[in-house]
């Protein structure tokens, strides 16, 4: 492994594309890890600690959506491969922490959060996690990573759907969400937010808004060819808004 200047940086850039691609429309994992890996590796032999957290911080986050992709099959998560997550994800926190980036911190911060709220189901411990990054997440726009401050509104959008249940505030940090991933332009991402916001909009008693943007969702997943559980979810939600459409609506 060479230690030339934008080695990791590169790798990780390649390693995040793919991590993208598998985590939204292949279901195939080992080619982000390996390229993480990689990167991780080149990070610590430069001395490079905002790279290499970002190498940790997409280890973990490829070990998460494979910890998604085995929930949505209907398996259990092991609890070793929860706590592999949990432990990469506060590696990252701590190289981030030292280095003293906001937006990297922020990140980080969001993906120990997500160990608690989505695998351990905490959410009284995953939201002080969550709220720091919320704090943060206008530092994650302005470092130009659009998606992941998407991703701090969103699963603040879904805090205010299942647990403090405040639908309209919930509509409005989907609604921000989506607007971001609409920036980006990236059409792999764009129908998850649709879909959460649709559930935001049906929680809030709008059945015909939430059928418009699920079905948008729909055409978009079959147009970037998304896994089939993503299409399928677009679609399930559009068949329970239109059911629940007035007469004639």
Not at 39 to 50: K, T
Not at 116 to 137: H, I, N, T
Request: aromatic content about 6%; some cysteine.
């Amino acid at each position: 492994m060479t230690s030339q200047p934008g080695t990791a940086r590169s790798l990780y850039a390649a390693a995040d594309e793919a991590l993208m691609e598998a985590a939204f429309c292949t279901g195939e994992f080992g080619e982000a890890e390996r390229l993480f890996t990689e990167a991780q590796a080149a990070a610590a032999q430069a001395g490079d600690r905002e790279q290499e957290a970002r190498a940790v911080g997409g280890l973990g986050m490829t070990l998460h959506h494979r910890n998604i992709a085995r929930l949505v099959a209907g398996a259990a998560v092991a609890d070793a491969d929860v706590t592999a997550e949990e432990e990469l994800m506060r590696r990252a926190l701590d190289l981030w922490q030292e280095t003293g980036d906001a937006a990297g911190t922020a990140l980080a911060l969001f993906g120990m959060s997500l160990v608690y709220q989505v695998l351990r189901r905490d959410w009284s411990a995953g939201m002080p996690y969550l709220w720091q990054a919320f704090g943060l997440a206008e530092a994650v726009e302005e470092s130009g990573d659009l998606y992941g401050r998407s991703e701090i509104c969103r699963h603040v959008g879904f805090y205010y759907l299942v647990d403090d249940i405040r639908p309209r505030e919930a509509v409005r940090q989907l609604g921000h969400s989506l607007a971001l991933r609409e920036r980006l332009g990236d059409p792999r991402r764009i129908p998850s937010g649709l879909v959460a916001l649709g559930e935001a909009e049906m929680a809030a008693g709008n059945p015909q808004r939430a059928a418009g943007l699920f079905g948008r969702a729909v055409t978009l997943a079959r147009e970037a060819s998304l896994l089939p559980w993503r299409i399928r979810d677009a679609e399930e939600n559009l068949r329970a808004a239109e059911a629940a459409l007035p007469a004639g609506g």
